[in-house]
């Protein structure tokens, strides 16, 4: 079969589109062909060896890759022959595999893919949407809140500006360049700014001052994956009483909130990634059940954005520029 091979940590030319052996799976896993690979930002982290997040940096040669979806070709023993041949997407775990025409994983940790979705959108699902399934729960969204999404063209931020929609919330979407303003305006979201600008955040008072965007309302929850001066505008724009949720940051810079932020601003500030939603009852499987259904029934579409297995190193570039819109996927 094809792979990605990474033999070194460093820039994205060490992914190399290689030919290996084919993988065989052991007890209790089975195998998938790939239809899809999800690329994910932590996935340039690991491939620069910087950090692993809260695990440690795999050993190399390795092949990258968390998320897979296609068909069960082959089952390893123990396992119930009616998987074979199967439609199923799984989360694979850190570097675990995923950029490949074949990959194997327990059998455990699949989903069935229902007929209607493609396995781009499920690859998309299984991981970046169960992320939004987990920030969502901490964030308790109503109709009476006005949500601003950072990011909100990317994978994780147009799930939350569709999902803030649902809810009957007045959504704000910050993205970076005219057109993801004009994908996020187009998902739903009543005031779409695009944060190259300067002076953004007094675009967005602007708008929700008129009586038929918000009423004079101002942001009282903001879903924050970026960081740094993005994250910290998104801080300022809350009203009192207002919360924060954050999932990353993705300018390479945390968001700093200091105890006198909340007490000068009268809000709340939550972490939804990180031990919170790994220790969450009902655990990671849940929200990707849940995830899935929301693609399936409609309620949820993942932007997308496409490569082929070949070109791995250029989505990661086009990633780590942000270059792209949605959800990074490869096809073999």
Known sequence: MHAIRQHEFGPADNLVYDEVP???????????AVEAAGVHLLDTVIRKGESGGPYPLPDLPMTPGREVAGRVDLVGPGVDEAWHGRRAVVHLGMASGGYAELAVTSVEALHEIPDHLAADVAVAMIGTGRTAMGILEVAELTKDDVVLVTAAAGGIGSLLVQSARNEGAVVVGVAGGPDKVERVRALGAAVAVDYR??????????????PGTAGGRGVSVALDGVGGEI??????????????????WSSGEPLE?????????????SAAVGPRMLQRPGGLRDLETRSLAEAAAGRLTPLLTRFPLAEAAKAHEALETRATTGKVVLVP
């Open 22 to 32: 084919d993988p065989v799976p052991a007890e209790g896993q089975v195998r998938i």
């Open 197 to 210: 600008d300067a002076d953004w955040t007094k675009a967005v008072r602007a708008a929700l001052d008129n």
């Open 231 to 248: 994250g910290r505008g998104a801080l300022e724009l809350l009203v009192p009483g207002g919360r924060i949720v954050l999932f990353g």
């Open 257 to 269: 909130i200091t105890t006198s932020d909340l007490y000068a601003g009268g809000i709340t500030a």
